[in-house]
């Protein structure tokens, strides 16, 4: 799907068919009042005060029809530039041109675009001609309310997207269509996995059965890895305080993005939004040699972020996340080795899930910004051009992205490209030599000298809760089955002939350690086959005469009609053989 925000020719189109909808909105509804229509990445939209009135999805069909109306009438875009008392006077009776207006900085280009009876401020650019503008689709509608505040009107919100042909617009719908049946919000609670609730707050999830079963067996995964190259795993709080944060340096680079300080007797806390500070205080616990290092500290860490409402969806963007966090405290010369085997650690689970289509970024510093980012040249420089030299060495293909590193440090990000939508971030790696030393850490060398050790701050799954959305996605909800949380589902042909048969199959495989369920409801077996698929059960078992005198067990994988017969014992062997091996 393509982003259109970011093509330069798509981003016009969209920006004038946003215009485009706004004059033929006021043509139907003349008494409408705009506020803002940007392009977005899968169109624009339109921000729409109508009074009373209210847009449904029918009304749509009317809104196009007047659009193509005024495409017809090939009406030229015309820019007009306009002094502050031009634009005030001009928009005079539009509460919120003129809050637009008056919150322009002194010295402001103001211009507008008038195509026939309509003009509207915009900083543009535009096509030349509404006739440009043919191949659009208006997609919903949807309330916003004023600035994104709930304080604030409710206003309406169109959608759409344009394109200059035909064929790309049907491209784009049929990927809006697919993303609809991936998207992971639907999936999740038709399978039960998560939910929310306005009581417990907005971008909060709550993980219900199904979706722990799929965390927690995630959480086995990673940790088993993460034991065997010597990680060793801590629990620590998730609030701390604020002098806390203050030391690591995030007070002063982070404090828009956590949530607001509360104080407890003398003291003042903040939720974590990240774990480094408490990993740094652990290491320094006691004091290390330089032969106990690397030492490489993990945890499944509950971290706590502000996000602006708009941009909260379902797990994949949250404010209460579990982070796949570890630290690795190193000798300088140790660098180039853990940071290799952090690298092979990410493709080795990238292996694991079938993930291909991803790319290297090493996010980089803007050495021109010395608010954002710690003002230290030599520190910058010698992390910069280890994580360089090492990834050269590795091979590995990447790209540099300057602006996008950590405050402390450079990092190595995973962008990866899902089965529909942009690409996401899952995997990050970063070299930080700040942190300790703003923690004071250290370890003595070989000469019984204090020496401070490097970080190396990682997170393979990034969040679990992102990295299930991601798998969501891209299995639209047909898990692997050492992840499924259901993986058999056992059906009787019928529960007063087979019922004692296909509860001790039941049993059996409960025993094995495989997770199952018996349906042996009083419903025609079609009906319950069905269920079984619409919850997509890897393996259904069908069991009837035949299964209980030949104690024998008939399956059918998830989406085939055919079934297999085979023993008991043949198939609890083969499950737990793909279970074991994660296939």
């Not at 801590?234 to 030391?247: I, Q, R």
């Not at 493709?347 to 079938?354: A, E, Q, S, T």
Request: aromatic content about 10%; glycine content about 6%; charged content about 35%.
């Amino acid at each position: 799907m393509k982003n259109i925000k970011n093509d330069e020719k798509l981003n016009t189109l969209n920006h004038s068919c946003a215009h485009l909808l706004a004059h033929a909105v006021k043509h139907l509804y003349p008494e409408a009042k705009f506020w803002v229509g940007p392009v977005i990445d899968e169109g624009f939209y339109y921000d729409i005060d109508l009074g009373d009135k209210v847009i449904n999805a029918e009304d749509l069909d009317k809104i196009s029809k007047e659009m193509k109306k005024i495409v017809k009438s090939n009406k030229l875009i015309k820019r007009i530039e306009l002094t502050r008392e031009e634009a005030l006077d001009m928009f005079k009776d539009d509460p919120y041109k003129l809050d637009l207006i008056n919150n322009m900085e002194d010295g402001t280009t103001i211009s507008a675009y008038k195509q026939d009876d309509f003009i509207d401020l915009c900083r543009g650019p535009h096509v030349e001609s509404t006739k440009l503008l043919k191949y659009f689709k208006l997609l919903k509608v949807s309330g916003a309310y004023f600035k994104g505040d709930s304080k604030n009107k409710m206003l309406q919100r169109i959608y759409g997207v344009c394109f200059d042909n035909a064929e790309d617009l049907e491209e784009h719908l049929r990927l809006l269509e697919e993303a609809k049946e991936r998207d992971h919000r639907k999936i999740g609670k038709e399978q039960e996995l998560f939910m929310t609730h306005e009581l417990v707050g907005s971008g909060m999830p709550l993980w219900l059965p199904n979706g722990a079963i799929i965390r927690h067996e995630l959480e086995n995964y990673i940790y088993k890895k993460e034991r065997d190259m010597g990680y060793n795993h801590v629990y620590t709080p998730c609030v701390g305080t604020v002098d806390l944060y203050k030391t690591s340096g995030h007070w002063d680079h982070y404090k828009e993005n956590m949530f607001p300080m509360m104080k407890v007797d003398d003291e003042e806390f903040v939720l974590r939004p990240m774990n480094c500070p408490h990993h740094m205080l652990v290491y320094k616990n006691k004091m290390h040699s330089y032969r106990d290092l690397p030492v490489r500290i993990g945890e499944f860490a509950t971290d706590f972020r502000y996000e602006a409402s708009g941009a909260v969806k379902g797990l994949e963007r949250v404010r209460c996340m579990c982070q796949n966090d570890s630290h690795l405290f190193v000798r300088p010369d140790q660098i180039g080795e853990e940071f290799k085997k952090v690298v092979s650690l990410i493709l080795d689970v990238y292996k694991d899930f079938g993930i291909k289509d991803y790319k290297f970024r090493l996010s980089l510093r803007d050495k021109n910004d010395k608010e954002k980012y710690f003002d230290d040249d030599e520190m910058w420089e010698n992390a910069e051009n280890k994580l360089r030299e090492v990834l050269n060495e590795m091979g590995v293909e990447y790209f540099e992205a300057e602006g996008e590193a950590a405050f402390y440090g450079p990092k190595l990000d995973v962008e990866v490209k899902p089965a529909v939508g942009p690409e996401v971030t899952l995997s990050t790696c970063q070299l930080d030599f700040l942190l300790p030393r703003r923690f004071e850490l250290n370890y003595i060398d070989n000469n019984g000298e204090k020496q401070t050790p490097v970080v190396i701050h990682r997170a393979i799954f990034g969040t679990f809760d992102r990295f299930t959305a991601f798998l969501i996605e891209e299995t639209k909800g047909v898990f692997p089955v050492w992840l499924s949380p259901i993986q058999v589902e056992v059906i009787p042909v019928s529960s007063e002939f087979h019922g004692d048969y296909a509860s001790s199959v039941t049993e059996k495989l409960k025993d094995a350690g495989i997770r199952v369920e018996l349906d042996d409801r009083n419903e025609k077996l079609g009906y319950r086959l069905r269920e079984a698929q619409i919850k997509k059960v890897p393996y259904t078992l069908i069991l009837g005469d035949n299964e209980k005198d030949e104690n024998t067990i008939s399956y059918r994988l998830h989406g085939e009609k055919d079934t297999t017969t085979v023993s008991q014992e043949e198939f609890i062997n083969m499950l737990k053989e793909k279970i074991n091996n994660r296939k």
